[in-house]
């Protein structure tokens, strides 16, 4: 008999999706994987190094709980430098990827019986963590608004429960980025309702076009202490499986994260925190000039090739790196479909694999990730352009 918490979550739809990705490569047909919300590129040459550093001199003991005292130190400098404003070491967290410091967020600040807003599409971990801590998530949908919320409907949302909102700006899965004037009528909310904003910046190293990624505690600096600020070097250094993130907010806060992580993970991992500490200390501009331009690039070819979709609308990708496709015409001339189906159908018939949009609880939508080796990019959206214009 399991604990009746295991009721609350079932694992992430996008595990689910690469699972079915791998076994369909497994049976030997060349499968294009757009499902993994990362970037597949060489690791950068300052993490390389700091961590065989690490190694050579013995490195093996725990750290401090929330890490180092000197990566502490260097990711207040880089705050200062993202945000503007001046930060402390002891107003930063270091965790083991953003998915322990939104975890570690939700279990400090949420009770049984919260509700905590959370637009739709959003990224699958966050209504699970919040359903983990006891509190209800309550979605606001996005889709009418370009994948943006409009605040008279997360006003509608605010009850004398809700605790926080969650802004994930570039957003997964959808790529939108908000602008200042939408922070600033966010932030302004916030502090009227006496709301917590979790602002989850994951994916700000990527922003396209005109876009421009701003902090919300940069844009209104008055809700800094009502604000956690949640980032990682997951994306912004292709570094997923290094597991190192980061939450900044304020000190009683960071101090209970604190004593839980002490009985959770004890501390990030070692050589991961010193690889880290070489990037942010000695910088590696090329890695990161590499990075940026082939993700512009892959961002640039596929957007040329999903233009021949004949019954989807081009995606804005406005930032991170996922093409957020919206399937509502081509699911309306052919109702029997659903995204999930649409999503089997482009995994038997082209091999490409995408992630439905029910994973985000949208059901008209599908995730492509491209981060991926532009040739192969080419060939599976090439192949997802002509299965989806073929479909009756
Ligand atoms: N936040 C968002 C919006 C994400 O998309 C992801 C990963 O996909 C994470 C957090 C988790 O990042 P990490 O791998 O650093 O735990």
Request: some cysteine; overall charge neutral; hydrophobic content about 45%.
């Amino acid at each position: 008999m399991l604990a009746h918490r295991t009721s609350l979550f079932a694992s992430s739809g996008t595990a689910a999706a690469r699972a079915l990705a791998k076994a369909a490569s497994d049976t030997g047909n060349e499968i294009i994987d757009l499902t993994a919300g990362e970037i597949l590129c060489d690791l950068a040459p300052t993490i390389r190094r700091g961590a065989i550093d690490a190694i050579n001199r013995g490195v093996n003991r725990y750290t401090d709980t929330l890490g180092m005292a000197e990566l502490r130190e260097s990711i207040a400098r880089k705050l200062a430098r993202d945000t503007g404003q001046i930060w402390k070491a002891d107003e930063v967290a270091v965790t083991s990827g953003a998915k322990q410091a939104l975890f570690n967020a939700a279990m400090v600040l949420f009770d049984p019986g919260d509700e905590v807003i959370v637009p739709a599409p959003y990224w699958t971990t966050f209504p699970a963590q919040v359903r983990i801590a006891g509190a209800t998530a309550v979605h606001v949908d996005t889709r009418d608004g370009a994948y943006k919320p409009r605040i008279e409907d997360l006003r509608a949302a605010i009850t004398p429960a809700t605790r926080a909102i969650i802004v994930n700006s570039p957003n997964n899965p959808t790529g939108a980025v908000y602008d200042r004037e939408l922070l600033a009528a966010i932030a302004k909310l916030a502090i009227e309702a006496k709301l917590w904003v979790i602002s989850d910046e994951c994916y700000g190293a990527f922003v396209h076009d005109a876009h421009a990624h701003e902090s919300i505690l940069s844009v209104v600096p008055e809700i800094r202490p009502q604000t956690l600020i949640v980032n990682a070097f997951s994306k912004s250094l292709a570094l997923t499986g290094w597991r190192l993130g980061y939450l900044a907010g304020p000190k009683d806060v960071v101090n209970a994260i604190k004593a839980l992580q002490s009985h959770t993970t004890s501390n990030p991992n070692v050589i991961a925190q010193h690889a880290v500490l070489a990037y942010l200390d000695q910088g590696d501009a090329a890695f990161d000039a590499r990075l940026r331009a082939q993700i512009a690039l892959s961002r640039q070819r596929g957007l040329q090739i999903l233009s021949g979709l004949k019954r989807v609308p081009m995606p804005a990708a406005q930032g991170g790196f996922y093409f957020y496709l919206d399937l509502s015409d081509l699911l309306r001339s052919s109702p029997e479909r659903s995204a999930d189906d649409v999503a089997r159908e482009l995994l038997i018939k082209a091999g490409v694999a995408g992630v439905s949009g029910t994973a985000f609880g949208d059901p008209m939508g599908l995730r492509l990730s491209y981060g991926m080796p532009v040739q192969k990019l080419e060939r599976g959206l090439g192949r997802l352009v002509d299965c989806l214009n073929s479909l009756a």
